[in-house]
């Protein structure tokens, strides 16, 4: 019965619109067509077939690939046994140079060809990889990270000359001498000490070869950015050759030219972008790029390994782009104290400015009292350097001014007696830590200055004013000591800067004794005990294969467990090897 009505509905629009009728089914099967015309182009069923046409076509040609690979040798048998030879200088040809994110890498000019193996590349980002200066030219507008308009008439340097003042740099093996380890170990300083960026510093070591060779520029990924209008984008490198045991200087074409003591360095044609011919640098030599900023170099040959490796971390904390606040520096020797070096971190909280100003007034303030005689005939007489050390955390909390930042502050000071043996000794504020291997032992070297430790709640109760019980933060801060916040310290009274001094401990050159140095986001995912380990692991691995132990592998290594361990924390790690004679014993073999 209910149909009925649209039965006689339909039947009506038939018999009085018969004319009518073929016209609408023709617009209703348009519509159609266009609604699933819609649908077909909003589902795409084409990117299937192209899917799996694009998987055949990938792997028919990877199995070509791998049948090619199988019938022919990355090298030729016949060539083979010169490449055994040269093998330690190809892998130094082919390998990738990293300047903090710029891979520089030269192509091979001559010698047989085969397939590369890109290494991996360093996660870490040493302090001294990049050192930022604060000055700019405003009159060309141009923004640090920017790439510089090249003029029209400008060639770009050949990368021949490149390659082939690399391959002179790294020479043949069968040219090569022997040399131990102690031999290679060079650390270079270069300090500004005229033009815009005047008092900046940088150093590198000859062994770390993930930071060479060192660019000077004005532009990054340099490693020496000097924002200086006169300074081209890539001015000039300085590399190591291991052959000659010497740091060598070229300019890379720089359109002002490079000056070595007032010696023109650079390609006869200026702005040619040609590289110049390599100088030998030597200690007091002045580097003047432009006519304005002047380097002033200091070569030091270092009696022990050091390896030093940092990493923000910001990876593990969500991605987050957090900014680095540790702070390493090594000093050795020390200016006007010879027999002296520093090594130190600082990691700020609030901000770097706190922990970048205390690593450059903590070394001032040591090599200042270090300068005097007196004071240094009575460190070696009384085989102690606590009055320094106090006095020169006294001096450096007196001459920072940062009422809202701070940041811990571990030292080392090292000396030695003339006769090839070391004496150590550690002072520090907050949670940054050094532990030492003397003989096979595990020493302490610094003390944690958390508000939850023992020792801290100790001296505040000492002090007539103790903890809460479950109390661990201060005015929101986690640590009773630092260096710093001179807002918070006029609000409690409970925070200081006394630092915590070690007892002096005895290195034996002959030993296998090594230091750690190293931030708490190491020490906060890594006890004592695992970082000893890791240390002789690395150190058995390298034995095994007559390899020496590089202080920057092992530096490396104990990263990558905090890595592993999913530390939330910048982290820095400085390595002291005093292993001297064991790793040379093995580069003789």
Known sequence: MAMQPIMAVVHGIATTHAALLPYLLLLLSTLLLILLLIIFIACKPWRFFSRNLRSQTIKATASSDVDEDVQQPLVSQDLESNITEHSSNSASEDSCHQTDGLHLSSPRTHGP???????????HLSHGDTLMLDMSDHSEGVVIGQTLKRPSGELKYDAKDDSSYRSNNNGSSSQ???????????????????????????????????????????????NVLVVDSEVSGKHSMINWNPNKLKWELVDMGSLNG??????????????????????????????????????????NKLPFGIGVVSDPMCARRGGKKLPMEDVCYCHWPLSGADQFGLFGICDGHGGVAAASSASKLMPEMVTRILSDTVRREKVFSRCDASDVLREAFSQTEAHLDHLY?????????????????????????GDSSCIANIEGQLVKMSEDHRISSHTERLRMAAAGEPLKDGETRLCGLNLGR????????????????EPYISQV???????????????????????????????????????????????????????????????????????????????????DV
């Open 405 to 429: 930042e701070g940041c811990t502050a571990t030292v080392l000071l090292i000396w030695a007696d003339g006769h090839d043996n070391y004496f150590a000794q550690c002072a520090n504020v």
């Open 482 to 497: 630092m260096l710093g916040d001179k807002f918070l310290k006029q609000q409690d009274a409970r925070f200081s800067s």
């Open 176 to 222: 090569s001498v022997s040399r131990s380890s102690a031999d290679q170990r060079s650390i270079l300083n270069l300090e500004v000490i005229s033009g815009p960026s005047c008092g900046a510093h940088y150093f590198v070591q000859s062994t770390d070869k993930s930071k060479l060779p060192l660019t000077l520029g004005r532009v990054s990924p340099s």
């Open 113 to 123: 060809t085969h397939k590369h193996r890109l290494p991996p590349t360093p996660s």
């Open 258 to 299: 490079t000056l070595l003591n007032s010696r023109a360095v650079h390609h006869p044609q200026t702005g040619s972008r040609n590289l110049g011919d390599p100088v030998e640098l030597s200690s007091g030599d002045v580097i003047t790029l432009g006519t304005t900023s002047k380097i002033s170099v200091q070569i």
């Open 505 to 587: 401990v005895y290195m034996n050159s002959e030993s296998r004794d090594f230091a750690i140095m190293a931030s708490d986001g190491f020490w906060d995912v890594v006890n004592t005990k695992k970082a000893m380990q890791i240390v002789h692991q690395e150190r058995e691995r390298n034995a095994a294969s007559s390899e020496h132990s590089s202080t920057e592998r092992i530096a490396e290594a104990l990263l990558g467990e905090a890595r592993s361990q999913r530390t939330k924390d910048n982290t820095s790690i400085i390595f002291l090897d005093f292993d001297v004679y064991d790793s040379c014993k093995r580069d």
